[in-house]
């Protein structure tokens, strides 16, 4: 098959090339596009999986967790083994992905998207995918966003409720004109205090991947230009029309981006539904992981591989990656993991 401007279009993606929204242009162009996922858990690994099979050029996904069991009921890339070799869902996500179309380049990045790597990780792609479970993190790339004009697609669910809706910077309302100061910690419901059912996660993420495919196919004119919001158990489906731009919004009218220049955010985050908090060095020093597993090794048992080192100490498990990450289970408290990581890996 040939596309509009020369471009062969793969036989693989014959059916989405008869669909008439697409064809063979439209696939030449998202063949032709680079993505980047924020985040591989439920939504992630959704959006992941049908990017890769509708044919994007370059998918890089960006996600600083593991393979926890309990993903296994709503994250789609992950089994049973990638639990026992404790993969980074990162890595996980990009060996499945490539099996799955090796005319794709699959980049699987474990990494934390902060002020300080953002632009590294999202620097040159065409589109921005949500899959993120937190404010601040959704903030810094919508600064991200705004100031290098790269349209995003925000995505959340929680139970069986669901919302997304399209960002494109110069022509739609920006995040902080829609949610213009984000809930404080404990405010919203997560995956940890009202669960979450699968059936919502393949719904929203399947409208974020439709909007991005829109984006990317050139059709931009069938963007839907509003909040969609779903609840599975109550039968409902609402299409909310987005607000005006906010004429002074410090983001996408004043040009101001305190979430970009870590003036707000937090190095302390509480993960959704795992009962652990992540900290990130402030001061860019890696690891050495080897060095710490000698140290640790006589507190308690450890698991490594080369991605990271999980230690079981104090009833606590502290799982720390070569970037000085680390994410603590079984609190919630940030007070006491930040005194857990000063303790056993360091200020």
Request: charged residues 20%; hydrophobic residues 40%; proline residues 4%.
């Amino acid at each position: 098959m040939q596309g509009s401007e020369g471009k062969t279009v793969h036989p693989r993606y014959s059916r989405q090339v008869l669909f008439s929204g697409i064809g063979n242009e439209g696939q030449a162009r998202i063949s032709a596009s680079r993505v980047a996922l924020v985040g591989c858990g439920a939504l992630g690994a959704m959006q992941a999986s049908l990017l890769v099979r509708a044919g994007v050029g370059t998918l890089r996904i960006i996600d600083r967790d593991f393979v926890d069991e309990s993903n296994l009921q709503r994250q789609i890339l992950f089994d049973e083994a990638d639990v026992r070799d404790v993969l980074p869902k990162a890595v996980a996500a990009e060996r499945k992905l490539c099996a799955a179309n090796s005319l794709v380049n699959v980049e699987g990045v474990v990494d934390d998207v902060n002020p300080s790597s953002i632009d590294r990780l999202l620097g040159g792609f065409d589109l921005i995918m949500d899959a993120s479970d937190n404010f601040d993190v959704r903030y810094l790339v919508n600064d991200f966003s705004i100031k290098n004009r790269i349209p995003w697609v925000y995505g959340a669910c929680v139970g069986a409720n669901g919302l997304t809706f399209p960002i494109l910077p110069g022509e739609s309302p920006c995040l902080r004109c829609v949610f213009e100061h984000k809930p404080p910690a404990g405010a919203s419901p997560s995956c940890d205090t009202a669960g979450v059912i699968g059936p919502i996660v393949v719904v929203i993420a399947g409208m974020q991947v439709a909007e991005g495919l829109k984006i990317l196919s050139g059709a931009r004119d069938r963007v839907c230009r509003k909040i969609i919001s779903v609840d599975l158990w109550g039968n409902r489906y609402e299409m909310v029309d987005l607000p005006d731009r906010i004429a002074d919004c410090p983001c996408c009218a004043r040009n101001e981006f305190p979430f970009l220049e870590g003036l707000l955010g937090a190095d302390v985050t509480t993960l959704c539904g795992r009962n652990s908090v992540q900290i990130r060095r402030q001061d860019g020093i890696h690891v050495d992981l080897d060095s710490l597993a000698q140290r640790l090794g006589p507190l308690g048992r450890l698991e490594q591989n080369r991605f990271l080192l999980r230690a079981f100490i104090d009833g606590y498990q502290m799982t720390v990656f070569s970037d000085g990450r680390a994410i603590i289970n079984g609190t919630y408290d940030t007070g006491v993991a930040k005194s857990l990581y000063a303790r056993y890996i360091g200020n």
